[in-house]
């Protein structure tokens, strides 16, 4: 059996992906999870998984290095997907230092770690995931292409576009065997309610102000988290080594859209219909809010046949299903300290 190591494993597309390799390739590879188990992470997302024979859990920070190489000897690792990071623009704005420990500098660990310990082999594989907002915000036209030039604009897309820089680095410098992924927005269960989706959902259940950041007409192009691991799976199987990708849902849509469309929805399931729209409240932007973006998966529909699968109104009510039947979840994780950090919203 090979190992793969995944980082950020019990995140939220970390937890949908690592579900998704251990129940898939259960005589193929052994999934070595490694988390350091932030606010973001949340091993109660692989309860279903976590007896399986093909399944380890490793605590620890990509930060360190001693740990990882450790990591890499004890279960002989083959493979590494990298997801673990810290994702979300709002607290790069607050704390842009986090997200150059962890997602610069603990990216660099791992490829050093890789590094030393393949020796060079080409049998190899380090993927790294990232996203499309390195490329920076388009206009009404156009799409990101993999050959678009970076321009990040926020601490988060700055310390992104830097790890994938290095990713490349390492591919020409010392001939690691990489692959790079830049994905859009993902939605879905076991998402952390500080994003968009989970946000509106978590605070319509609890009649709470629906904050839109300037004037509600950003637009993302929404991709089910499903679809996303199905195109990792794809790409780790046959991409070729020194290539991108990029992954994205066809599916542009402007903030306001998605607020209203799952006030809709949740209001028709909990019989209460107009009440959530009331909730609707514009708020001061988000800075250096990018307006829009676009990916373009050509690439990867062409050469790899990947097509995502499910329609976003499809994947947006069992989004919603997945929060209503799940409140404990919900209620576990806003716990504590999500609650200081939102007090903004709540202070009406
Ligand atoms: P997430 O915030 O839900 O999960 C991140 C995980 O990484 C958590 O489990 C956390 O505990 C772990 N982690 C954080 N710092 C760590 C560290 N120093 N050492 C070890 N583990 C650490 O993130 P997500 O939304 O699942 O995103 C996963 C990856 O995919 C990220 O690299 C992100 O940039 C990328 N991405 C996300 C999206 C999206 O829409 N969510 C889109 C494109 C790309
Ligand atoms: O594009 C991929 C990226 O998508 C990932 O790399 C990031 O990890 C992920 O967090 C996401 O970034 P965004 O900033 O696009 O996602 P977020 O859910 O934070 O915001 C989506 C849009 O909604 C954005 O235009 C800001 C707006 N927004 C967000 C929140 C949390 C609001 O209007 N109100 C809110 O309360």
Redo the contacts with the bound molecule.
Sequence with gaps: MDSILI????????SHLVRHFVNKYKQKYRIVN?????Y???LENLKDIEDFENYIFVK????EYNKLEEVFYEYSIKSVIH??????VDRSIENPMEFV???VV?TINLLNAAKKIWKGKSDHLFYH????EVYGSLGEDGKFIETTAYDPRSPYSAA?ASSDHFVRAFYHTYGLPVIIS?????YGPF??PE?LIPLIINNIINSKPLPIYGDGKNVRDWLYVED?VKAIDMIFHNGVRGETYNIGGDNEKMNIEIVTLLCDIIDKKLNNIGSSRLLIEYIKDRPGHDRRYAIDSTKLKTELKWRPENDFSIGLEKTVEWYLNNKEWLASVTSGDYLKYYKKYYEK
């Design positions: 980082t950020g494993g019990a995140g939220f597309i970390g490694f988390d350091k188990l932030t973001a992470g949340n620890g920070d990509i930060q997801l673990a990071a810290e994702s979300h420990n962890t997602n603990g995931i990232s996203t499309d992104k830049n994905c859009s927005n993902n998402q952390f994003k996303h």
